[in-house]
């Protein structure tokens, strides 16, 4: 993948006869050229032949050029163990796959997980991702993401409580600590600044009053972001009432981890006062519609935090609960699963496509890089193919083609910081064939060494 080639200058790009769905602040749709020189958007609209010069040009009647996709919560680390964590309840499934999955990891089985996801995520026009790894070897997943062209913010999964956690995957406060500032300094502006930190405490659950109050502090300092999970099941809130009195959302703001750089997955177990509070710290929600539903835990009310001015923002968490990676499964679950509660016009196809691109770009605090289509930002897009695919066509308003009936079969295109990533559907630079080969073996390998972590 790319040994070099993400430091090296790149041709200008003529994308020619397009619709640009720009998702500027005037969400405006433009029919026209859009033009990528020095990995930046150096012209949207009319593009002649002057302003353009040497430019490589590519024909894109029928195609629709969107920002590539932000996805907030995703776990690399897991990609391995698709398909085989299904039917189960949260803590179920925690307990008798995921972590004795992770406890399982080596670096080099991890490193492929990473880059099968990666994979899944770009060929699916993915650009942007908030990463939560596993508790080890997050070097692995830094150096996944750095040569696989995406923009990443990744977090070693920190994790110091919990009687039924496999021995490999238990911590001291001190030290997760430090190897998170470790972790910090070693990747936050990494590959050009295309990779960021953010600190990845697990949930409540597990991890000790102390431990997430220092993330707050360090957090603070650093103008680092947090990313942790928060309100999936009504357990976590059963158990921080228990152990501190209070519900799981108001733990999180007492021990500082709420916050305009705090993105908290899930949200589906809230109420009325937990909204109040996420929405004066600025704190956003991750939307993760199939996990919810995969994983029993239920149905996160979105309209209720567009009421209440919460920030939203949209992710397919880890494999193992979704089964896929896809952000085009994402909106259009995101679209549909409020309708029988709230009303068909609740989260009609625009507010979708904000969640998928702008909303998630203000949630990692890279707006002013991605996340919409203008003058000066990033090049990072996708071009999708609706007109040639009878599943999308013939005609109709953009946004309902891309949410509704687009899926990521419709990917032709994608670019990131100006570089080519998807060919005509094809990863560039990754042999997948031979990618997956190394997956099998991986998986085969990370199977049968975790029965060992499997309790009882
Ligand atoms: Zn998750």
Redesign the pocket.
């Known amino acids: 993948m790319h040994p070099e080639g993400f430091e090296m200058p790149q041709r200008a790009i003529w994308l020619q006869n397009a619709t640009v769905v720009t998702m500027n602040p005037d969400r405006e749709v433009i029919d026209g050229d859009l033009l990528i020189r020095d990995g930046r958007i150096a012209a949207i609209g009319d593009i002649d032949q002057q302003m353009a010069g040497d430019a490589k040009r590519l024909e894109l009647s029928g195609h629709v050029i969107t920002p590539g996709f932000v996805q907030c919560?995703i776990?690399l680390c897991q990609t391995l163990m698709r398909n085989h964590a299904d039917d189960m309840v949260l803590i179920d499934w925690l307990r008798g796959r995921i972590w004795p999955y992770e406890a399982a990891l080596t670096p080099e089985t991890l490193a492929v997980s990473a880059r099968v996801g990666l994979a899944e995520l770009i060929l699916g026009g993915t650009t942007a991702l908030l990463d939560?790894g596993t508790v080890h070897h997050t070097d692995a997943i830094g150096e996944a993401a750095r040569q696989s062209g995406i923009r990443a913010h990744i977090g070693k999964c920190m994790m110091d409580l919990g009687d039924e956690v496999p021995e490999p995957l238990r911590e001291d406060t001190d030290e997760s600590v430090r190897e998170s500032l470790r972790l910090y300094e070693t990747w936050d502006g990494a590959a050009e600044g295309r990779i960021r930190y953010a600190f990845a405490p697990r949930f409540a659950v597990s991890c000790t009053e102390e431990l997430l109050r220092r993330v707050g502090e360090a957090s603070a300092d650093l103008q680092c972001p947090i990313h942790t999970?928060s309100s999936e099941t009504e357990f976590e809130n059963e158990f921080t009432r228990e152990h501190y009195g209070l519900s799981n959302i108001d733990f999180l703001k007492q021990v500082g981890i709420t916050g305009e750089r705090s993105v908290l997955?899930h949200g589906v177990h809230v109420d009325d006062d937990d909204c109040r509070v996420l929405a004066d710290t600025h704190t956003t929600i991750c939307h993760c519609p199939s996990?919810n539903l995969k994983l029993a835990s239920g149905i996160a009310n979105i309209p209720r935090y567009d009421k209440f001015g919460v920030p939203v923002a949209l992710g397919a968490?880890?494999a193992p609960c979704n089964n896929n990676l896809d952000a085009f499964t994402e909106m259009r679950l995101a679209a549909l699963l409020q309708k029988p509660f709230h009303g068909p016009q609740s989260m009609p196809a625009s507010r979708v496509l904000e969640l998928a691109t702008i909303d998630g770009a203000k949630a990692l605090g890279i707006d002013d890089e991605v996340g919409s289509l203008e003058v000066g930002k990033s090049a990072d897009l996708v071009v999708t193919n609706l007109d040639d695919d009878p599943g999308c066509g013939p005609g109709g308003e953009v946004a309902a083609r891309l949410v509704y009936s687009a899926q990521r079969h419709n990917v032709r295109h994608v670019f990131a910081s100006g570089r080519q990533l998807v060919d005509d559907g094809e990863l560039v630079g990754v042999d997948l064939r031979r990618l997956m080969a190394q997956a099998r073996e991986a998986h085969d390998d990370t199977v049968r060494r975790m029965q060992q972590f499997i309790a009882g």
Do not use: K, L, N, W
């Open positions: 919560h776990h939560m999970h997955a996990s968490d880890g």
